[in-house]
């Protein structure tokens, strides 16, 4: 009984092993990008976030003064408040892309600045190419308090233009200053 139990148990797990690898197979090879010309462009606010299992959360944008919210698109590591340049389907608003990497504060937000440092440059990848890129974690201080921020870099990003220990300006949220934008185009020389 327990060898027949040993011989089941393997085959399945075999079995489901040979289902993922296929899985996997199939999606390195898909690189599919959405080209975004045509689309309309928006502002989008993070709105809910579940740090649980099935991570995710919602988003709200606005086109042409109609209120739309979308699900799925936000990471877990967002913030509430976050706003984000969307890319909208202008034939079908409901079908939107949240530009990560474009981490925007509205011209009427309070901000300020501060240093930053790149603390590490990785790459992540979920399932398919098309879900890859780079991110990066870095840290600012806001009156001795500090803070420590990820943001996903462009997907023309080129790997090794960026390091760790490198400085830039940090943007933050004067009523939320977990809520931050490190500009890569601003340097800070130590």
Excluded at 12 to 30: H, K
Excluded at 171 to 188: C, E, I, K, T, Y
Aim: charged letters at 20%.
């Amino acid at each position: 009984m327990n060898q027949r139990r040993v011989i089941i148990t393997s085959v399945v797990f075999l079995s489901v092993s040979l289902i993922i690898a296929i899985g996997y197979i199939a999606n390195s090879f898909t690189s599919v990008r959405v080209d975004f010309s045509g689309w309309d462009t928006a502002v989008g606010m993070v709105t809910y976030v579940n740090h649980g299992k099935g991570a995710g959360g919602e988003m709200e944008y606005y086109v042409n003064g109609k209120q739309y919210n979308g699900g799925g698109r936000v990471s877990c590591g967002n913030h509430l408040g976050e706003k984000y340049v969307v890319k909208v389907n202008p034939a079908d608003p409901t079908d939107y892309m949240p530009l990560s990497w474009l981490p925007v504060f509205d011209d009427n937000e309070r901000t300020y600045e501060a240093e930053g440092e790149i603390v590490r440059i990785y790459k992540f990848r979920f399932l398919s190419k098309a879900l890859s890129g780079y991110a990066m974690e870095y840290v600012y201080k806001i009156q001795g308090i500090g803070y420590k921020a990820i943001q996903d870099l462009p997907p023309d990003y080129e790997e090794g233009r960026l390091k760790a220990g490198q400085h830039y300006k940090v943007q933050f949220g004067a009523g939320n200053p977990q809520r931050s934008v490190m500009h890569l185009d601003m340097p800070v020389s130590i």
